[in-house]
Structure formats: C-alpha cells, structure tokens
Antibody
Framework: QITLKESGPTLVKPTQTLTLTCTFS??????????VGWIRQPPGKALEWLAL???????RYSPSLKSRLTLTKDTSKNQVVLTMTNMDPVDTATYYC???????????WGQGTLVTVSS | QSALTQPASVSGSPGQSITISCTGT?????????VSWYQQHPGKAPKLMIY???KRPSGVSNRFSGSKSGNTASLTISGLQAEDEADYYC???????????FGGGTKLTVL
C-alpha cells in the first residue's frame, strides 16, 4: 500500500522560509523511474505543479518559482523535503506531495497540508 | 507557461455522458501523449483517473475514458452517477521547461 503524508508548519510569516516534508511508504525512491513531486492549490483555485525529484536525484522546478525552491531526498528515511524561500501571502495554499512513476502521472497523493502566510 | 484551458463547469443528469475538454498548445498537449486527469472531491486530495491520454489505473471505472486530438485532450464520463460530482483537472507533460502544467479545473455537477 502506497501512502504519502506532508508535514510542516501551518502558518509562516511573510519573507520566512517554508520547509515541508513528505514522508512516504510502499515504494522506494531508489527504484528506477520513480519520483516524488510537489503540487499546491490555493484556496478555491487550481492545482499548480511546483517541483519533482527523481530516483537518480534529477530535480525539476517550475520556472516561475525555481529561484525560491529546493528539493532534497533522504532515501533511508523515505522522505523528500521541499523548501520555499521568501514566502508571501499569495503562497497560501494546500501543498501536496505525490508519487510520480513511469506512467508520467501523479499516481498517489498525500492528504495535503494547508500553509497560511500571514503576519 | 499558461495553464491548460478547461471549461469552468459542466453538468449532466444521471445516466448521461459528459465530456470535459483540456486545451493546450503544441508545446504540451500537442507534443506529448502524456496527459493525465484527476478527480478531486471537496476537501480531498486529487485522484488519478486517466494517464497517458487514455489509460485507466487499476480500480478506476471504465465509465471514464480519455482521448486527444491535436492540442486538445478530453475526458468523457459515461453513465453519470452522483458520486462523479467533483472537480476535474487535466495535466500535461510540457517538455524541458516547465515540465508539467495543470488545467484550471472543471466543476462537474450531476443534476
């Protein structure tokens, strides 16, 4: 059974750095063609792809956010960490992590975590 | 890169069929057979319904089908059921940068 769960702060102040952790089970990020991605969804709005990290440590970032995003993985802990710098109220959203496989799709999703940016 | 274009809303009666379109460009939908569709019920995480344009994951009803023509992908739901009422998002691989782009979402109402 594949599960993913996001964890991190629910409230951050403007200009602060957000650190979110995706802890997963049921698959390994050392398996070829497997990746973990991050997608966010502002309240009442659409999904937005943020970043993706592959089993071989190849990393992809949304061009519009690339300067603010960093992905790392800890395969021994089955975790992927996303950091986003210089947070702004427009970054208020539910942040999801999801497993990405050779089907070129986000197959399994975490429950999401709502992050509010406010002073 | 702009989001893929979907109708804001569609509706249908139980038992009917509906189709949701997803229009991109020659850089994303038109270039790759890598369109996926996600169903999202209120307050829930998205669920994969279709991948690689027309393939269904195990466990997804065969009432859901996908297709593509040119720069437009489509999701068709036949035999509408009340439980199908949800938001639907398309997503396409878009090459080197950006890599993945989502649609703006379509709210399906079952009348």
């Amino acid at each position: 059974q594949i599960t993913l769960k996001e964890s991190g702060p629910t409230l951050v102040k403007p200009t602060q750095t957000l650190t979110l952790t995706c802890t997963f089970s049921g698959f390994s990020l050392t398996t070829s063609a497997v990746a973990v991605g991050w997608i966010r969804q502002p309240p009442g709005k659409a999904l937005e792809w943020l970043a993706l990290i592959f089993w071989d440590d190849d990393k992809r970032y949304s061009p519009s956010l690339k300067s603010r995003l960093t992905l790392t993985k800890d395969t021994s802990k089955n975790q992927v960490v996303l950091t986003m710098t210089n947070m702004d109220p427009v970054d208020t959203a539910t942040y999801y992590c999801a497993q990405y496989t050779s089907g070129w799709s986000f197959d399994y999703w975490g429950q999401g975590t709502l992050v509010t940016v406010s002073s | 890169q702009s989001a893929l274009t979907q109708p804001a809303s569609v509706s249908g009666s139980p038992g009917q069929s509906i189709t949701i379109s997803c229009t991109g460009t020659s850089s994303d939908v038109g270039s790759y057979n890598l369109v996926s569709w996600y169903q999202q019920h209120p307050g829930k995480a998205p669920k994969l319904m279709i991948y690689e344009v027309s393939k269904r994951p195990s466990g997804v009803s065969n009432r859901f089908s996908g297709s593509k023509s040119g720069n437009t992908a489509s999701l068709t739901i036949s035999g509408l059921q009340a439980e199908d009422e949800a938001d639907y998002y398309c997503c396409s691989y878009a090459g080197s940068s950006p890599n993945w782009v989502f649609g703006g979402g379509t709210k399906l109402t079952v009348l």
